[in-house]
């Protein structure tokens, strides 16, 4: 630099120069379209829907919830240790009645585990932690299956066919509203991406657009520069934009205080 | 290299960097990339061409975003102490910044001056 008191490049000093964004964000947007202003979190939700489950049925030790995402991430939530345990063996064995569930779309109850003959591991396991019947429902949106719920009790048989009813009733509503939660979950993530990403784009087109003022022949000439610096550099195409930026200005700056203007 | 072959490559160094074709496409927007998600789709896929600087600039994201995955692995030195980021640690760039603007850019005294700058004017 040739003032010594010119700025370090730290921040591109003119960013009320934005320039609107050509490309496409029909995408995007589409998938924000779910954004609302809510404080609801998966986890609340989870936590909401766990409690529900074990207050509507009767004699319920225990009640978990699991959501698969498109990614086949897990999240859950449950009411006690031991259901979570019992969760946990089922993904361990990759068997199980939530599982089970999950993926038949099914509601699934065993009367006692130390007599069901269906996922003898995991029985086996279960029963060890008090845990001898089981009532688990899927979480369907639509023809999507998106976890699955489940509530445990410590005594054989707690479990009818009324209580199969009203947790498939109970999973209706639950489903949806994981999916929304998940959803705006995910939306606020995206939007806090785009944010981001057009930040970046403003700061590549100001360089883009120093360089052509500077004589560079053409957009695709000037993003040539920037990439053979970046890589020159080892850094990002975004820090040497910046950083462009911020030194011209700074050398703008530099020379208007040795020329004041009229 | 072909076009075909390169299509292919990007797609291979996208699935190195697990990217979905979503994440990658906020890097290529964040780059200047003017296409959108369903074009950079088609185009890793084989199945729709994508203008030659559109390639470069996805190109650029996606050997960015196989840097930054490096980069997370990168292990200290114990010698460095401190994960140093002085000043030591931005002069390349500068020096890069210098020769980049001292190359295309007149120095400020080289600028246009105003037609004579009379100290007398108004």
Known sequence: MTDPDADRPAQAPVEHLTPAAAVDLGTALTQMA???????????????????????????????????DEHGKRSRAASNSAV???????????EGPCLAAWRTREVVRIDDTTTDGRWPRWNEAVSRLGVRSVLSAPL????????????????????????????RLLAAQAAILLA????????RRLSRQLTDALASRDAVARATGVLLAQGTASEEDAFAVLAAAARQGDRPVL???????????????????????? | MTTGERHRRMDAARVRAELTVQDLWLRYVALGGTGDAFDLDGYL???????????????????EALEDGYRSYHVPLSSHPGGDTGQDGDDP????????????????????????????TQ
């Open chain 1, 239 to 262: 820090d040497v934009a910046r950083a462009l930026v911020a030194t011209v200005a700074a050398r703008n700056r530099a020379a208007g205080a040795r020329r004041p203007r009229p």
């Open chain 1, 34 to 68: 779910g954004l609302v202003l809510s404080r609801e979190t998966v986890d609340t939700a989870l936590q909401l829907v766990t409690t529900l489950a074990a207050t509507t049925t009767a004699g319920t030790l225990g009640a978990a919830v699991t959501v698969v």
């Open chain 1, 180 to 187: 929304n939660s998940q959803s705006l979950q995910e939306a």
């Open chain 1, 140 to 167: 369907l949106v639509g023809d999507e299956s998106i976890g699955a719920m489940k509530v445990y009790c410590e005594r054989p048989r707690n479990y009818g066919t009324h209580d199969e009813h009203v947790m």
């Open chain 1, 84 to 94: 979570e345990e019992a969760d946990a063996l089922q993904y361990e064995y990759d």
């Open chain 2, 93 to 120: 760039l500068d020096r890069l910044i210098e020769r980049l603007v001292g190359d295309r850019l007149p120095a400020p005294r080289e600028l246009p001056e105003p037609p004579d700058p009379s100290p007398t």
């Open chain 2, 45 to 63: 896929q084989g199945l729709v061409p994508l203008e030659t600087f559109q390639q470069d600039v996805l190109a650029q994201a996606l050997n």
